[in-house]
Structures are given as C-alpha cells and as structure tokens.
C-alpha cells in the first residue's frame, strides 16, 4: 500500500526565516510525485511534478527535490502570503490515483 | 480559462437524505476524478473516470456512494442515505488524459455537513 507521511504538521516561521518540509514515501514503482499548495476553503493548488530521484523544480520562494525515499519542499525568504497548507502525492507508474499526505500548515508571520 | 467548478459550494442535509454534487471539469480534460477530505485527514480517491467510463472506483467507501459523467463533461456523485461520517469537502479535480503524470487541477469543492 502507497503511503506519504509528510513533517511537521504545523511550522510557524518568521518572514525571511527559510526552512523546508519533508514528505516521506513508499510507493510500488513511482510515477511522478506531486506538490500542492491549499489555502483555507480552496482546492489544492499545483505546483511541481517530480519524476525522478535527483530531480529538482523551483517556482519563486520554492524549491522541491526528490530523493527515493523523500522529498523536500526548501522555502526561501518566505512572505506571509506563502501561509498555506503543502501537501505531497504521489502516484504509482501505471495508476490514476494520487496518494496524498495530511499535509504541512505553514504560517508566516511578518 | 475557467478551471475545475463545483457545485454546489455549501450542502447542509439531515441523516438519510441523499445529495447529489457536481462536477464541471476544465474543457478538454478527459480524466476526472473524486477525492474526499475530513477534517485533520489527507485527500482520499473516491473514483476516476476516462471520459466516461470509470476503469477506478476502488475508493468508493460503500455502496451508498455512486457517481456518472456524461461524455467527457461534468460529474455527478451521489451519496444516498447520508451518514454523518460522510461529512467532509468533496473534491473534484480533471486532467488532460489519465492514467498518466498529467497533473490534476482542483475545485474548490463541495462542504457537506450530515446534520
């Protein structure tokens, strides 16, 4: 069974305090690993797909890389608008469905 | 381009009633899928349909959840006799063709709240 158990559930920074999220998984043959943003009342987001260990995508403040095991989600000088909820997926070669976990609630504060 | 709509956006029932909620996904996107998320829990796959036929209802939760499409259009998921373990948001999210690495885009959901 896919499992993704993302860290820490909460992380409160100070703006500019720069700091990553951790999404560790078990997936039978991955096929791309998703990361997501949610703020309170709205869908999720997409920001990156990764495909491949070593792989690395950046958007803005955002940095997300991927390892076999793990991927992390680096936020560089964060601002209060990058407070949101991350969430990490991933999906099996082969499969529609995506696999998520509960997510990290990031709170920036100015 | 308008992205993923849902509706309705709010749905307050007693026990017992059914609903139904609904899907329109982007233009073009042949790949639609349910997701259901509770309070504090993770994003749960309902179903998956490819155009419309669902090849993946492995996460239907029982045989009071049921959902259609019609072409490569909107959705509907109906949940009979409503329990109240069946509050959550119900998401709907459409790709361009699944199964597949395409990423998926989100509404904005469905609260149901099982009174």
């Known amino acids: 069974e896919d499992q993704v158990t993302q860290s820490p559930e909460a992380l409160r920074l100070q703006e500019g305090e720069s700091s990553s999220l951790n999404c560790s998984y078990t997936v039978s043959g991955l096929r791309g690993l998703f990361w997501y943003r949610q703020d309170p009342g709205k869908g999720p987001e997409f920001l990156f797909t990764?495909?491949?260990a070593g792989e690395e995508k950046e958007k803005e403040r955002l940095k997300a890389t991927l390892t076999k095991k793990e991927s992390f989600l680096h936020i560089t000088a964060p601002k209060p608008e990058d407070s949101a909820t991350y969430l990490c997926a991933v999906q099996r070669s082969g499969y529609s469905t995506l696999t998520f976990g509960k997510g990290t609630m990031l709170l920036v504060s100015p | 381009g308008a992205g993923v709509s849902q509706s309705p956006s709010n749905k307050v029932t007693e026990k017992g009633k059914d609903v139904e909620l609904r899907c329109d996904p982007i233009?073009?996107?042949?790949?639609l899928y349910w997701y259901r998320q509770r309070l504090g829990q993770g994003l749960e796959f309902l179903i998956y349909?490819?155009?419309?036929?669902?090849?993946?209802k492995s996460g239907l939760p029982s045989d009071r959840f049921s959902a259609e499409r019609t072409g490569e259009s909107v959705s509907t998921l109906t949940i009979q006799r409503t329990q109240q373990e069946d509050s959550a948001v119900y998401l709907c999210?459409?790709?361009?063709?699944?199964?597949?690495?395409?990423?998926?885009?989100f509404g904005d959901g469905t609260r149901l709240s099982i009174l």
């Open positions: 990764l495909y491949s």
């Open positions: 999210a459409s790709s361009l063709v699944g199964p597949s690495n395409q990423p998926q885009h």
């Open positions: 233009s073009g996107h042949t790949a």
């Open positions: 349909f490819q155009g419309n036929s669902a090849p993946d």
